[in-house]
């Protein structure tokens, strides 16, 4: 990989959705020096601009920042914290799981009564910290506060990688390096946008769309793997190559956009499948109604076990969407 350590160090950033300032400032540090302009908006994205020579489109390309998470809504009197969702949790891979908030206090997620009747509603979910009473909790958590998920960065067999966040902290390490590498020679402004509350509904890249008005957005996440036991059909598959999106149950990509991706893969030997999946969707979702309406692609990289602790991902997969994304930031559009 070009920078391992890089990506690492991105997933173990504390950045529930809505609470990304940490890993805000981490890659605002990092790519400091490598574009002509870069800003925080309002509500919280991160945006670099590398201009090109003026001729081409202007391209909005975008990774959210954020994690799934749950904030807490209730303290009970054994000190036990009731949670809700901060984007989607399912309850099987959340129980047993060790969360963390952003001040550090850890805790273990369990479940009131059988985990099966339980199934897809936190509501029966808590967080145990230790404590043994609301007034103990409380020296440590307040009402309102958020915890993700623990999981450290491991190396697997084939060349895959393990850990939390990596939805979408790929698409966050992809965009750096893809920055880094655009020397500034194409013809297209390119628009690198960190952005906020993905999950949450994708809040963050309707306002990043509309302030920046691009010609062509393209959503850079991971999608659900398929090559596995597991509750999902489709055929994206690990160490097949970067996925190049072409439907999901929110958007319908542009034949232009795929294609164009398709025909730099070819050009410069870059191994890629076509993505369908029927549940999920992306920043490219809102990018594409934004305005009067945008042509919008995605570049992702499948991914198994999404919103959990422990997802997989294969460096190849990571590696060819960086090499798309140089390609197709270059690419002459007519």
């Not at 020096?33 to 909005?60: F, Q, S, Y």
């Not at 084939?158 to 979408?168: E, G, Y």
């Not at 549940?279 to 490219?284: L, S, V, Y």
Request: aromatic share 8%.
């Amino acid at each position: 990989m070009r920078n391992e350590k890089l990506l690492e160090e991105l997933t173990q950033l504390w950045g529930v959705a809505g609470y990304e300032s940490l890993v805000r400032a981490y890659i605002e540090k990092e790519i400091t020096g490598l574009a002509d302009e870069m800003w925080t908006d309002a509500i919280g994205n991160l945006i670099a601009l590398k201009k090109g020579r003026g001729e081409g489109k202007k391209i909005m390309m975008i990774a959210h920042m954020d994690e799934i998470g749950f904030m807490v809504k209730k303290i009970e009197s054994d000190g036990l914290l009731r949670v809700c969702n901060m984007g989607w949790n399912w309850t099987a891979s959340a129980y047993n799981s060790r969360v963390v908030f952003k001040n550090g206090v850890q805790g273990v997620i369990g479940c009131y009564g059988a985990l099966e009747d339980a199934h897809n509603n936190v509501g029966k979910l808590f967080v145990d910290i230790g404590a043994s009473s609301r007034e103990e909790a409380e020296k440590y958590v307040k009402l309102g506060d958020c915890c993700g998920y623990f999981g450290p960065y491991m190396q697997l067999a084939n060349d895959r990688v393990c850990a939390k966040t990596l939805d979408d902290r790929i698409g966050c390490y992809q965009l750096i390096e893809a920055l880094r590498e655009n020397d500034g020679t194409g013809p297209n402004d390119v628009y690198y946008v960190f952005g906020v509350q993905e999950e949450l509904g994708c809040r963050g890249s309707k306002a990043a769309a509309e302030a920046i008005r691009p010609d062509i957005g393209i959503a850079v996440d991971i999608t659900p793997a398929h090559d596995y036991p597991c509750d999902l059909e489709g055929s994206n598959t690990l160490n097949k190559g970067v996925g190049i999106k072409i439907c999901d149950p929110s958007v319908v990509c542009d034949e232009m956009v795929i294609e164009v991706m398709e025909q730099c893969c070819r050009e410069h030997g870059i191994d890629w499948q076509r993505e369908v999946i029927d549940k999920g969707g992306t920043d490219a979702s809102s990018i594409n109604l934004s305005g009067t309406g945008v042509k919008v692609g995605g570049i992702v990289v499948a991914t198994r076990y999404p919103h959990s602790q422990s997802a997989v991902a294969a460096k190849k997969d990571i590696e060819g969407g960086i090499d798309l994304m140089t390609a197709f930031t270059k690419y002459t559009f007519s």
